[in-house]
């Protein structure tokens, strides 16, 4: 069977210019396409309110407020205290704890009594101690004679000398007998009397809390052994945390706002006093705040997040409701210029927030004055996404 040449011509200049024409539908669907989801994408950002919804929401309009707003840096921290504010007290010649009532949490006074130890290596200190005394006042009454029998030239200069040395001998050992006396916590004044004791009372260095105790009665503690440890938190600090690229900003006496972690809704007041001049191993600085208030109700080690406020400028700041978040994005309404209760919702950038203000940083493709929602803003949220919602459906 023969075919038809021309028949057979004709159909593939059919297939051909069918194939074109299909070709050359694609673009104009694909602009139609990118034009529809940019004419969508338009709507979901719009909002119009009516005159009822507009009078209901509240809506207030306005410009950019300037402010001076602090550039802060944030930290973390602790509170902690002076190394001066914070003893262990040990028995230094060690010793039985015969009596001790402290409990963690106790007040205590300066030269109040901690406890009370036994030991019978006290006894020969306080023996050395009266017979030193005793031999001090022999030699004190020996000096004086031979000082006066040199005034008269009947002894030779040689004796007075060795008197003169006797006497300053006596009178360091006497000196050095006594402190460890004191040391051990003998009390003095009762050994003046001639009164020897095996017990010695451990005193409190400074007044404060009680935070540590680790005796009990009869337990024989080493004179290393920690005792009790004692707090003063009446000059507590803020020591914070800072990153090495945020420390060229901090400066001595700049303000530092910080919330501690088991009362977050407080806010205290504290100033920069020192920065330290070496970076961590984990790339930050040590930075040393004193507190502005002494009545505080702080304790030791309680974790802070603070704020340091590193200088005030002027930026273009709108009231804080006037700024939603929504979706981890944050958006200010602007008000369309060609309708009088129409609104375009614009992701911005937030800057510092403080005293009701947020500094706010529009997109280079907004334009000259924008007035924006002030109030309302959170209502207008409600109505384009309720109106999304519908269009869903």
Request: with cysteine; proline share 4%.
């Amino acid at each position: 069977m023969s075919s038809n040449p021309n028949i057979s011509m004709k159909n593939i200049m059919l297939g051909l210019a069918l194939f074109l024409g299909i070709a050359a539908c694609k673009p104009g669907k694909e602009k139609e396409a990118a034009e529809a989801g940019a004419h969508a994408e338009e709507e979901t950002s719009h909002v119009e309110l009516t005159a009822a919804q507009y009078q209901t929401a509240g809506i207030e309009t306005g410009g950019f407020a300037v402010r001076k707003l602090s550039g802060t840096v944030a930290a973390n921290g602790v509170i902690d205290i002076p190394p001066q504010n914070l003893v262990s007290i040990s028995a230094p010649l060690g010793g039985f704890v015969r009596k001790s009532e402290l409990l963690q949490g106790m007040k205590v006074q300066k030269g109040e009594v901690l406890a009370v130890i036994e030991n019978p290596d006290f006894i020969p200190i306080q023996q050395d101690y009266l017979e030193t005394r005793s031999k001090l006042e022999y030699a004190e009454q020996e000096y004086q004679r031979q000082s006066d029998l040199a005034k008269e030239n009947v002894n030779a200069q040689k004796t007075l000398q060795q008197s003169t040395s006797e006497l300053k001998v006596l009178r360091a050992r006497l000196a050095g007998l006594k402190e460890r006396v004191r040391t051990a916590g003998v009390d003095l004044a009762g050994l003046e009397k001639g009164s020897i004791t095996s017990t010695a009372s451990i005193r409190s260095p400074i007044s404060g809390s009680v935070t540590v105790v680790n005796v009990n009665l009869g337990k024989y503690v080493n004179p290393t052994d920690v005792m009790f440890e004692i707090v003063d938190t009446d000059h507590l600090h803020v020591e914070l945390s800072v990153f090495e690229q945020d420390i060229p900003k901090v400066k001595l006496g700049q303000l530092v706002r910080f919330r501690v972690s088991n009362n977050p809704g407080r806010e205290d007041l504290a100033k920069v006093y020192l920065i330290n001049q070496k970076i961590n191993d984990d790339r930050t600085v040590r930075v040393h705040c004193h507190l502005e208030n002494e009545e505080h109700g702080l304790l030791p080690q309680n974790f802070v997040k603070a704020v340091i406020e590193t200088g005030a400028n002027p930026v273009n700041a709108l009231p804080d409701e006037a700024v939603v978040d929504f979706e981890g994005k944050s958006y200010v309404f602007v008000k369309d210029p060609k309708g009088e209760r129409s609104f375009e919702m614009v992701e911005i950038t937030k800057g510092i927030s403080e005293n009701g203000f947020t500094e706010v940083k529009m997109p280079a493709s907004s334009g000259q004055s924008p007035q924006f929602v002030l109030k309302g803003a959170y209502a207008l949220l409600s109505k384009l996404k309720n109106s999304e919602e519908g269009e869903g459906h």
